[in-house]
């Protein structure tokens, strides 16, 4: 397999999808599009055809995702984070796997794949995104997330090393702050051997398959694409209140949407911290982290992205469980609702048959 113009539209909306809200905007498919086109497609590898000492580079970006419309990257920081990786570790980068799959952080390792030559891995760190860097299967599974290595457009180059993956996150949050609130970033560095048991495997499959189900639905494209993913609409209707503000390196806010028809009569609260958090329904959860959830268009099916989001806009709000990694006590403790300061448990959204 391989990313290339044929199918980067198609992975975009799925990364969009899986993205939760967050995970930056997939404006960066232009990004991913000239660098294939400049460079090249970009091989979609298993781990499984890497050697086991094979060096694997998680990366992503990193920081509040409105912040990456105006501060735009070069294109260059990819270099920066695989040359230093591999002067730390005193070989080279084999492969570069995506930190998290959502938004713009599935897309943006397809751009820098391109221009060094590297191909990369058909897994990520998460399945979803995250807001915190430690949030990704990795932690869960006692990889280190140290050396870790932020870059940005300037050529700023920061290597780290923290005692875990709370402090990682903690520094270079505050560095990327320093940095005007966005910078490129690369930890969790791993064997291939190792990647293949505490990775979420098949997610560039499964972005580019959710992106295509969209554009072969007939009829209701929301239903439709519900119906292709298993994925449960919580409520449909349009947007008439929105809060949010930049925090902390993190964007942070609310949504209001009144339901319409079938759903006239409710009105769900929808929170987020770069990623949607929480749906409300008169105080009550409906659906809740670490499971997937999704906002889309009403008529297109196309997701919504956190920064996207507009007053009068009909959406759909629907939800996915959440990949099993999360599911477990340890994946429920560092992603559910009581991370991020919520007073109830998780309890995950039923599938559909």
Known sequence: MQIDLSNVDAMATGCAFLGCGG?????AVQAAKYAIESHGPVPVISLDELPDDALVLPCADMGAPTIFFEKVANGDEGRLLVEEMSR???RPVAALM???????????PIVWAARLGLPLVDADGIGRAYPELNMIALEINGVSISPGILADERGNLVTIRSVDGPWMERIARAITVELGGAAAFAGYPLE?????DAAVIGSISRAIEIGRALVEVAGDRVTGLCQHVGAVEIVRGKIVEIEGQVDG??????????GSGADSSRTVRLEYQNEFLVALENGRPLVMVPDIISLLDANSGDPISTERMRYGLRVALVALTAPPIWQSEKGVTLGGPRAFGYSFDYVPVEPRA
């Open 192 to 196: 291939a051997s190792r990647a293949r």
């Open 249 to 258: 390196g993190f964007v942070t806010g609310s949504a209001i949407i009144e």
């Open 23 to 27: 995970g930056g905007d997939v404006i």
């Open 88 to 90: 730390v570790y005193g």
């Open 98 to 108: 995506p930190a998290e799959i959502g938004g713009s952080n599935g897309l943006t």
